[in-house]
């Protein structure tokens, strides 16, 4: 758990001085560093799409796992519940910057590996390099988001923690091409909320958050036989 631990104080501190920062930058740069922070999320999750499309094993799954998350989302209404709760004690902003922060530090392939690597080889490189690129993102977010963003770290020590008590069971299936799909389908979440960033459109990211769950489920339903 070590590199976990390393990982969740990264976002912490990174926050921290971010939040600092954002005292001093006037309106007009903390514009810019919306829309910077747009085109890093469109860009980050559009590489991680290009990057595992072409070793899918099952090039229709995240198709599948987009539409049946979103309905499934959509009619818990995830997105509506979840800005309620943020906005009602932060500005209009932050429910948005929070929810590209969790997608951001939590779907990725160092962020899903690294526990995996953690637990079965006491390997925590990827963690540690996993925390470091955490730092700078938490510090930019937080620098246009505020403070807020550090609630995001943790959601990663859950995350990463999960996995790691799980490791044991989920390496079989990431061997079997899990992390592909994941990374696929977690790339056009983060792609979504860059849009929804730049204002193109409200995607309403988190309603599709149930798309994650679904290639996991596949897996193991094809595990089964």
Same mark, same amino acid.
């Given at each position: ?6 990982? @969740? ?25 919306? @829309?910077?922070?747009?085109? %890093? ?78 637990? *079965?080889?006491?390997?925590? @490189? ?14 930019? *977010? $937080? %620098? ?9 770290? *943790? ?27 994941? $990374? ?42």
């Amino acid at each position: 758990m070590l590199g976990t631990i390393v990982n @969740t104080a990264a976002i912490l501190v990174g926050s921290t001085i971010g939040s600092i920062l954002k005292k001093g930058i006037q309106k007009e740069y903390q514009d810019a560093m919306y @829309t910077a922070m747009g085109l %890093s999320a469109i860009g980050i999750g559009m590489n991680a799409v290009v990057s595992n499309m072409s070793d899918s094993r099952y090039p229709v799954l995240f198709i599948v796992s987009l539409a049946a998350g979103s309905l499934f989302g959509t009619a818990l209404n995830l997105d509506g519940r979840f800005q309620r709760m943020v906005n009602r004690h932060s500005d209009g902003n932050l429910g948005q910057g929070l929810a590209t922060a969790v997608l951001m530090f939590c779907i990725g392939t160092l962020s899903i590996l690294g526990p995996v690597q953690s637990a *079965l080889k006491g390997d925590n @490189t990827y963690l540690f390099t996993n925390a470091t690129l955490d730092f700078v993102t938490s510090m930019v *977010l $937080s %620098s246009t988001y505020g403070i807020g963003i550090a609630f995001a770290a *943790l959601i990663l020590f859950w995350w990463q923690g999960t996995i790691y008590l799980f490791a044991s069971s989920l390496s079989g299936l990431f061997q079997n091409g899990l992390m592909t799909e994941l $990374s696929i389908v977690g790339g056009f979440l983060i792609a979504a909320s860059g849009i929804g960033i730049l204002k193109i459109k409200d995607c309403k990211t988190l309603n599709m958050l149930p798309a994650l769950l679904v290639p996991p489920v596949f897996f193991w339903i094809c595990s089964m036989f």
